[in-house]
């Protein structure tokens, strides 16, 4: 009977020793309150939102446009076209004299590479844009006279000064 009753004693001490181990292992549930705040700060940014998608339709009546402009300016002309570079500066152009034949469609690419200037010739109504050191412009006319015509920029006093030069029609 003795050895029973120490059994006894020794499995109930057991018990109430594993008892007091986890005992240190409980204090955690402060942790749980904290990350609950985060939701509530994303809301109010919502209202932005649906004034920028009402103005996107009525682009698609806009692009209906565009093939027909692109299509009808630049062929025509293009193929027959002769194009001739000349650079000015100041003050004069690098090609003196350009000789064409009648009724040929002439492109003159105009390139600054010192000052501001343009490429005027009077009599076929030709004139490009004004343009700065490094720019390029073109004009396009067709040369329906027969002659000797001048061509020269048109800014300040340049063509007093010089930049001049000729177009031979023949
Ligand atoms: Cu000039």
Redesign the pocket.
């Known amino acids: 009977m003795k050895y029973i009753l120490i059994a006894l004693i020794a499995i109930i001490g057991g018990i109430i020793w594993l008892n007091t181990l986890p005992g240190a292992e409980a204090p955690v549930p402060v942790a749980t309150e904290t990350p609950v705040r985060t939701e509530p700060v994303t809301t109010p940014t919502a209202e932005d939102s649906p004034t920028d998608s009402q103005e996107i339709p009525t682009g698609n009546d806009v692009g209906m446009e565009y093939p027909e402009t692109d299509m009808s300016v630049p062929t025509p002309s293009a193929t027959d076209a002769k194009v001739y570079e000349i650079s000015?500066?100041?003050?004069e152009f690098d090609i003196k004299e350009i000789r064409i034949k009648k009724n040929e469609t002439v492109v003159i690419k105009f390139t600054?590479t010192d000052?501001?200037?343009?490429f005027v010739i009077d009599e076929f109504d030709a004139q490009t844009e004004?343009i700065r050191t490094g720019d390029t412009t073109s004009v396009t006319f067709v040369a329906d006279k027969a002659g000797t015509f001048e061509y020269y920029?048109?800014?300040?006093s340049?063509?007093v000064?010089g930049?001049t030069g000729k177009i031979v029609v023949e």
Do not use: E, L
């Not at 920029?153 to 300040?156: D, F, K, N, R, T």
């Open positions: 000015g500066k100041n003050f600054s000052g501001f200037h343009d004004r920029c048109s800014v300040g340049h063509r000064s930049m």
